[in-house]
Structures are given as C-alpha cells and as structure tokens.
C-alpha cells in the first residue's frame, strides 16, 4: 500500500478530489492542478483518500495516472448522479457535452459524502488549469465531509453545505429564527404555542432566587416520582446534549453503534471522545425499523431513538429490549416519546430488568418549547447515573431550568401533555391524508408516531425552495446519515396549516404535472 493510501484508510474523513478535463488531456496538466488545488485548501497529499469523476472519463490516462500517483482510489460516477448535486459554480459547456453540469465540484462533494450520503463541503471550489499558449483542459476540486461539528443538530439546527444551496440555513431550530420572516415554520420538531403562559409565569417568578446556588434536590425528585424511580436513578444535564457528551467521555466504550437515521449528536459526541463508531442503516424497505439491520455484537455502547427523528418511527419496547446484552449499554434518546400518546414503547417500566446497562435520555425541549433554557435528564441504575454525574461540572443545570423540569413533572403538566400528544396524533393523520392525495411527494412507508413525517420527492430541493417562496420552511432531511437529498421532514401542525400546506404542494405538482 502506498502511502497515500495509508493515509487514507487512517483517515476516513480525508479530503476527494474532483477532476474533470477533456479527452486527451496531458497527465501532467492534471496532476499539477491537483497540487495547486490542494495547496490552496491547505491539505497535504496524505490526507486525500480518492480521487473522483465522470464514468464516461474512468479510462482516461492523465485521470488514472493522478489517482495512482496519489496512491488512492478512483472513483467514477455516472452523468445523471453527478447533475443532481448542486454546486455553486455549473457549467452550460460541461452539460452539454457530458449531460452535468458539473464534474469536478459534484464528484469532490459525492465521494466526500461516501459512503453514507453525510452532507460534504467544498473546502476549494472548481481551478481551472492554465497551460501557457493553450486553452484549459482540466478542472478540480476538493471537498470533505462536513465535520462533527458542522454535523451537529443542536436544536436540530440545520448544516450549512454546497448541497444545500444558498438557502442551507438553520431553519428547524428551536426558535427558529424564522420570526419576522413571514415564513411558515414546518422544519422546526418543538410544539407550537409553547412555552405555555402558566409556564413562564413560573420561570419568570425563580429568577428572583438568581442570587443563590441552584438546588436541583426538589427537581430531582419531582422527575423521580413522575417515573415511578428513586432519586438516585435520575441525572438532570443542560439538556440532552449534555448527556450524549458525559456518555461519550465517561463509559469509555470500545465500539460504538449507532442506529441511523437519526439525530446526528450522539455520534458526533462519541467521534469527539475518539469513541469509534459503526453505524447500522435502517432502510425504508424495511420501514426504518429494527431487527434487519444487525447490530455487530463486538458494539458494547448502541444509540437508538425512539421514536426516531426524523423518520417518526416507534420502535417496540420488546425490540429494544433485544439490543440490551451483558457487557453492553443500551442508550435510548426518548427526547420524542412524550409527544407519543400514554408514552408507549418507552423502555422506563424494563428499567433494572434488562442485561447489561441501560440509559434513557429525556428532554423537556419538544413538548415544552424549553430549548434555549437546556434541560434534560437521564435515567438509569444508581451506579451508572453516579458514575455520569461525576463526570459534570458544579451547578451544571441552572435554576430557572430545575423549576422546568420540577413543574413539568406535575400531574397537571403530565396531562396537559397527554392531551397534546393527543392531539398532535389526530393532527398528523390529517396531515398524512392529504399527503396521499398528492403523485410525486409521499410520506415514508412508515406508521409515524412522533410530531412530523418524513417525506419522499424525486427534487426535494427544489420542492422546499418553491415551498419556501410560497411561505413555508421545511427540513431538508440529507444531513441525517442514510437519507439523501430526496426526502425533507415535515412538523405536525393544525389542521388548517396542514391544509394552507397541502394545497401549496397541490399547486406545485400540478404546475409541474
């Protein structure tokens, strides 16, 4: 193996290069393009990992030399595949002449993404090359996956990439900063209408307590009697993400396995902590769920959602329950399964009855619309929670948001909550019935549980520009491993936005129809 190539095995998150050039071209034109290419995104031939193009150019000389003096793969892909990626700099020529209109920008961003689709980024745009006394012959780019970073959904935050176009914005955030947009806000997971106003009124009276340390002792058993637990098998964290981080930092776990798709901080967490992750693909074939897709049984930590952003899949309790073995730590993200009517399949009544470890994430972010004041909690065995809470800053959890997590633990905040999910129930299949009536946009073959569907459309980027034209932001959905750039997520809503919705998609489909 060369050196290059060892590099790249070492670093799965190297940079692509995206070549493209004409019939012909001179090796060495290519391959001097390439080092000035990489030159200026600051990357070193050690950190290239392949070498990408068009099909139609997968013999040319001056292409296979290049890869092979990089010692890295090529990569070859069809015209249509690459057409389909956008990218800031296409071309008329290239497109009628190869039927893209892009070759080295959409290869750079398609092999980066590989091999689960992940949203990439160009880190150098498309070089042409300039031969003195002759025309140009050859162009490159190169691109890389979006870093953990960039791949956070904080809020379920949406990444910025090229294949999102000018618009990649963070649309989907609790608190979206869509106000005074005008626009719709269907890309965002939390309830609307909240925080209710008996709510505030509770969080705006504890700030006059600000002077003195927060006390979580009444928070903590609040959360404790509301789940029928003791006190001791309840960790309250600055939200869910704080939690992902102390699991990653603190079991020191040799393999992770993470269920995808689904909310992509958890694996950016444990890739944080140097935790190597292998991720398990549920298909739609399959209907996103488990059980076909094997979970490798070296994993001794498995993350799944349930229900599942975005597929809105509820996974059986009793398939869970299958994933918990001796030696291994089952973690389950319920952040949704409040929004789930009588919080079915939830895996807290199998808590200390199951092999191995298991930990239960919470979030009073969705059903609350708490996201900005950041709590969460855990729940699991008193070891686990006191090895976890050892791992914590002092006063981790601040005091307006232990009167959250105090006051939503209620009787009367617990059937408010049953009532909305309820609702949001009935909300949805409204939602899903109009959706069948529509040909080119359908919803996943999935029996959805949670508060927003995920949905199929041959141009779903462009279907969510018109959408947003006509007011109405939604998820694009190719951030979440294992989903490409056809499918979007749509929130739950009321009936008459579903309805203002469903004849804006109704208008679309027949314009293009």
């Given at each position: 193996m060369s050196a290059g190539s060892a590099a790249a095995a070492e670093d799965p998150d190297g940079c692509v290069v995206g070549v493209g050039c004409c019939r012909g071209a001179d090796p060495a034109e290519i391959m001097t393009l390439v080092r000035q290419t990489l030159e200026a995104a600051g990357v070193t031939e050690r950190r290239v990992r392949a070498l990408a193009t068009v099909d139609v150019r997968a013999r040319e000389p001056g292409i296979t030399a290049a890869a092979q003096e990089l010692g890295v793969p090529l990569r070859c892909y069809p015209a249509p595949a690459l057409a389909a990626v956008e990218v800031p700099h296409p071309s008329a020529a290239a497109d009628t002449s190869l039927g893209t209109p892009s070759v080295a920008e959409a290869a750079a961003l398609l092999g980066a993404g590989e091999p689960y689709g992940d949203a990439a980024e160009l880190l150098v745009p498309k070089r042409k090359s300039a031969p003195e006394g002759h025309p140009s012959t050859v162009t490159c780019a190169v691109a890389h996956r979006a870093s953990a970073a960039l791949?956070?959904?904080?809020?379920?935050?949406?990444?910025?990439?090229?294949?999102?176009?000018?618009?990649?914005?963070?649309?989907?955030?609790?608190?979206?900063?869509?106000?005074?947009?005008?626009?719709?806000?269907?890309?965002?997971?939390?309830?609307?209408?909240?925080?209710?106003?008996?709510?505030?009124?509770?969080?705006?009276?504890?700030?006059?307590?600000?002077?003195?340390?927060?006390?979580g002792r009444a928070a903590r058993r609040a959360v404790a009697r509301r789940h029928g637990l003791a006190e001791e098998q309840v960790l309250l964290t600055a939200g869910a993400a704080?939690?992902?981080?102390?699991?990653?930092?603190?079991?020191?776990?040799?393999?992770?396995?993470?269920?995808?798709?689904?909310?992509?901080?958890?694996?950016?967490?444990?890739?944080?902590?140097?935790?190597?992750?292998?991720?398990?693909?549920?298909?739609?074939?399959?209907?996103?769920?488990?059980?076909?897709?094997?979970?490798?049984?070296?994993?001794?930590?498995?993350?799944?959602?349930?229900p599942t952003n975005p597929t809105s899949v509820l996974h059986p309790a009793a398939e869970?329950?299958?994933?918990?073995?001796?030696?291994?730590?089952?973690?389950?993200?319920?952040?949704?399964?409040?929004?789930?009517?009588?919080?079915?399949e939830s895996l807290v009544p199998l808590l200390g009855r199951l092999p191995g470890r298991v930990v239960l994430l919470r979030s009073l972010t969705k059903t609350w619309g708490l996201a900005g004041l950041r709590i969460g909690y855990v729940l699991s065995d008193p070891r686990t929670v006191a090895l976890l809470g050892a791992g914590q800053p002092l006063w981790p959890v601040s005091s307006p948001a232990l009167v959250a997590a105090?006051?939503?633990?209620?009787?009367?905040?617990?059937?408010?909550?049953?009532?909305?999910?309820?609702?949001?129930?009935?909300?949805?299949?409204h939602l899903l019935h109009g959706l069948d009536a529509l040909v080119r946009l359908r919803p996943a073959r999935v029996a959805a549980r949670a508060p927003f569907v995920l949905v199929h459309h041959p141009d779903a980027p462009r279907l969510r520009a018109l959408l947003r034209e006509r007011g109405f932001a939604v998820?694009?959905?190719?951030?979440?491993?294992?989903?490409?750039?056809?499918?979007?997520?749509?929130?739950?809503?009321?009936?008459?936005?579903?309805?203002?919705?469903?004849?804006?998609?109704?208008?679309?489909?027949a314009r293009q129809g």
């Open positions: 791949l956070r959904h904080h809020g379920d935050a949406e990444v910025r990439s090229p294949q999102a176009g000018p618009n990649g914005n963070a649309e989907g955030a609790g608190g979206s900063g869509l106000e005074g947009s005008g626009l719709t806000d269907l890309a965002v997971n939390v309830r609307a209408g909240t925080p209710p106003t008996w709510l505030v009124e509770r969080l705006t009276a504890s700030l006059a307590g600000l002077a003195a340390y927060p006390d704080e939690a992902f981080v102390l699991l990653a930092r603190t079991l020191r776990a040799r393999q992770a396995a993470v269920v995808h798709p689904q909310f992509t901080e958890p694996e950016a967490a444990l890739r944080d902590a140097g935790v190597p992750v292998c991720r398990v693909l549920l298909t739609e074939r399959d209907g996103f769920r488990l059980g076909v897709a094997p979970v490798p049984a070296d994993a001794d930590l498995v993350v799944v959602g349930n869970l329950a299958r994933l918990a073995a001796p030696g291994r730590t089952l973690v389950v993200d319920e952040a949704f399964i409040d929004a789930v009517p009588g919080e079915a105090e006051v939503c633990s209620t009787p009367e905040a617990l059937a408010e909550a049953e009532a909305a999910a309820q609702t949001t129930a009935a909300h949805r299949e998820r694009r959905a190719d951030t979440f491993p294992g989903l490409g750039r056809e499918w979007l997520r749509l929130a739950v809503r009321d009936p008459a936005t579903s309805d203002r919705l469903l004849h804006a998609l109704a208008e679309l489909e």
